[in-house]
């Protein structure tokens, strides 16, 4: 008995210590997965008239039941030498970045709560050398504070990537691009996907939980949704080495 006790305690450690503590979710509510990858091929400013598909704006959800400082590092980069000619706002904002550049304003963000601006982002407006993609790797972070103030990191929640490439197109292009076409976005009981080849999805809920993940088979395939509550979910699909995600609405 004081075996499967100790056991069962292992697991439930186990599972602890691996449950989600945020979600990331941009506007309209879409959830950004773990290691999800935005791509770009606009270089528009964020002033001015143009509008700004280079602009991935982001919301963070603390789903812990303690209160936390999240913050966002940077990890790593590529294509840009000096890591100018962008934005990287969280509650503050960076006008030229280097990998290990934290970026936070060190306010607590409360258990259940979600992060206020309307504004926090990150845009690139550097073209790179050579016409290479320019990627960045970004991660949100939980930091703790010393007595003296100073924030370091305890550990890493969650990546995204972001890539401008000129010859990129958006998540509908790539999806079009991968074979896959969804047929119904808005859906009750089944959203019909068709594609041309072999791939993955994986449904997320708002809370960037996992709530199906399942193979596609070439052709129509009618994946079924009455088990999902209503509201609105992320599906990112995968084949091969593409990866591209689109908004579903159940209700």
Do not use: W
């Not at 990858?37 to 963070?60: A, D």
């Amino acid at each position: 008995m004081k075996k499967i006790a100790l056991i069962a305690t292992l697991l439930l450690g186990i599972l602890t210590s691996t449950a989600q503590q945020i979600a990331v979710t941009t506007r309209g509510d879409v959830v950004l997965p773990d290691g999800y990858t935005f791509t770009t091929n606009s270089l528009n400013s964020p002033t001015g008239t143009q509008p700004t598909p280079n602009k991935l704006r982001f919301k963070v959800t603390n789903l812990t039941q303690e209160d936390m400082i999240v913050g966002i590092k940077v990890i790593s980069m590529s294509n840009n030498v000096d890591g100018s000619n962008l934005q990287l706002c969280y509650g503050v904002c960076l006008l030229n970045i280097q990998p290990g550049n934290i970026i936070t304003d060190g306010s607590v963000l409360a258990a259940g709560a979600t992060s206020t601006s309307d504004d926090d982002h990150f845009i690139n407006m550097n073209p790179g050398t050579n016409g290479q993609p320019v990627n960045y790797q970004l991660a949100f972070v939980k930091l703790t504070s010393n007595e003296d103030g100073d924030l370091t990191v305890q550990e890493t929640l969650q990546t995204i990537n972001y890539t401008y490439s000129a010859t990129a197109g958006t998540e509908t292009a790539i999806l079009k691009q991968m074979g896959v076409d969804i047929k119904n976005t808005v859906v009750k009981n089944t959203v019909t996907i068709q594609t041309v080849n072999p791939a993955n999805v994986t449904f997320y809920n708002i809370n960037g939980a996992i709530v199906k993940t399942l193979p596609l088979n070439a052709g129509i395939n009618n994946v079924d949704t009455t088990s999902f509550a209503n509201g609105v979910y992320t599906a990112t699909f995968t084949s091969g080495s593409k990866t591209a995600s689109a908004r579903i609405i159940k209700n």
